[in-house]
């Protein structure tokens, strides 16, 4: 089965700083998923970033971008600019494709941007 | 991305009632939807996975008679809370299975949630 694990349950950052979210992954498997999905006080889940795991080059969308360690297994998320409205629970998925399968989510982390 | 809308967004009900929660995929076909319990700050837990056409997969520990789930068409599925009590109160969300443009980038999409509350 496969593990996500967020090491991180709390974070904080000053408003226009940059935060790094941290992930990591046990598979073995070779042809993968991973994602970031942010939750705000509202609790709709929404998709920040996603990564295939066949890519080399990480994957960047404005101010998010993320470090994709496929060795090392580790899947991290970089905020750049940081705003208020980024202040919410971030999520790191798994996702094997064509399996019809699941996601695996780890426990999450909070992230509260300090103005 | 693609849109999943859920209905109702809210409800308070009786125990002993039955309440029954749709989920849809508003731009795009889901043959395969999922839906999550979140209790609050943890994480997801998938419950069961809804395919269309055929019987919904269950989590180990989730009661298949007491969640009922229907995924009758390509953009609905729809899970039954049946007999609801206190305990069921809790956060509901459905996600859908879309492959994108190109048929290959597989990504879910969630919905804004049902919160329930069983008086």
């Known amino acids: 089965a496969q593990t996500v694990t967020q090491s991180q349950p709390e974070m904080s950052v000053q408003e226009a700083e940059t935060v790094t979210l941290s992930c990591t992954y046990d598979t073995s498997e070779s042809n993968y998923y991973l994602f970031w999905y942010k939750q705000p006080p509202s609790r709709q889940m929404i998709l920040v970033i996603r990564q295939e795991a066949y890519k080399q080059q990480n994957a960047t969308e404005n101010r998010f971008s993320v470090n994709f360690q496929k060795a090392a297994k580790s899947f991290s998320l970089k905020i750049s600019d940081s705003q208020l409205g980024d202040t919410a629970m971030y999520f790191c998925?798994?996702?094997?494709?064509?399996?019809?399968?699941?996601?695996?989510f780890g426990t999450g982390t909070s992230l509260t941007v300090i103005p | 991305g693609a849109v999943v809308s859920q209905h109702p967004s809210w409800v308070i009900c009786k125990s002993g009632t039955s309440v029954k929660i749709e989920c849809r995929s508003l731009d795009f076909q889901a043959t395969t939807m999922f839906w999550y319990r979140q209790f609050p700050k943890q994480s997801l837990m998938l419950m069961a996975t809804s395919n269309e056409g055929s019987k919904a997969t269950y989590e180990q520990g989730v009661e298949k008679d007491k969640f009922l789930i229907n995924h009758a068409s390509l953009t609905l599925s729809t899970l039954t809370v049946t007999s609801a009590h206190p305990e069921d109160s809790s956060f509901y969300i459905c996600?859908?299975?879309?492959?994108?443009?190109?048929?290959?980038?597989?990504?879910?999409?969630f919905g804004p949630g049902t919160r329930l509350l069983v008086l």
């Open positions: 996600s859908a299975r879309d492959f994108g443009a190109s048929g290959y980038q597989e990504t879910q999409y």
């Open positions: 998925a798994f996702l094997r494709p064509n399996t019809g399968n699941q996601f695996y």
